[in-house]
């Protein structure tokens, strides 16, 4: 069945330090794939999203590229804030139009001033 | 905008009782989802509907029932409780590609 792995964490960083979350998949046929924040207290927020091979997902400075030939999609940031720091989940949905998400086991990070 | 709105935050249960967490969600979307969150397990579907009259299972379904009310209401009852059902539990609802979350109920059965 389909599934997603994730780094474990936690992951903490000195302020604008570079990020790198690794998120693996394993699905059958051309799966979505996302990245989710979830601040403390928080429900979880859309962060970016690639629907395709090749797509590059971005937003507020944290970008992930679809890549279908290691079937991964890495979220990135080049300079870290303490306002990042969140737990972050990588998860996919399949084609089959029920939106269902099926979720890594989220990253918690963690940035230092 | 309100979006997606659980009832109760905070909830404390004895093993056997029951409850039912309730869900609305303001911006008109078909989908709607009920999710547990635990600790090193990421989000796992409880339950899921795709339009108002429809629900089916997810991952874990045992131990849960739902009932899409209208449009906007998707509930999840426990009818009795147990101590692995202790969790945070988030209700969403997806336009497109996007899923929108509720804040989360915190639930502990004791």
């Known amino acids: 069945g389909n599934s997603v792995t994730q780094m474990e964490g936690p992951v903490t960083l000195s302020e604008e330090a570079f990020l790198t979350i690794n998120c693996t998949y394993t699905?059958?046929?051309?799966?979505?794939l996302f990245w989710y924040v979830q601040y403390p207290g928080e429900g979880l927020q859309l962060l970016l999203k690639?629907?395709?091979?090749?797509d590059k997902g971005s937003n507020k400075g944290f970008e992930a590229t679809y890549r279908k030939e290691t079937t991964s999609f890495h979220l990135e940031k080049g300079s870290v804030q303490v306002s990042d720091s969140a737990v972050y989940f990588c998860?996919?949905?399949?084609?089959?139009?029920?939106?269902?998400?099926?979720f890594g086991q989220g990253t918690t990070l963690q940035v230092k001033p | 905008n309100a979006g997606v709105t659980q009832t109760p935050k905070f909830q404390v249960l004895k093993t056997g009782q029951s409850m039912t967490l309730q869900c609305a969600q303001d911006?008109?979307?078909?989908?709607m989802y009920w999710y547990r969150q635990d600790p090193g397990m990421g989000l796992r579907l409880i339950y899921y509907?795709?339009?108002?009259?429809?629900?089916d299972k997810g991952e874990v379904p045992n131990g849960y029932n739902v009932s899409r009310l209208n449009k906007r209401e998707f509930s999840l009852r426990l009818e009795s409780a147990a101590p692995s059902q202790t969790s945070v539990y988030f209700c969403?609802?997806?336009?497109?590609?996007?899923?929108?979350f509720g804040q989360g109920t915190r639930l502990t059965v004791v």
């Open positions: 969403a609802s997806t336009m497109n590609t996007e899923a929108f």
């Open positions: 998860a996919l949905s399949d084609r089959s139009n029920t939106g269902k998400l099926i």
């Open positions: 911006m008109n979307h078909n989908s």
């Open positions: 690639a629907t395709k091979a090749d």
């Open positions: 509907s795709a339009s108002e009259g429809t629900t």
């Open positions: 699905a059958t046929g051309y799966p979505s």
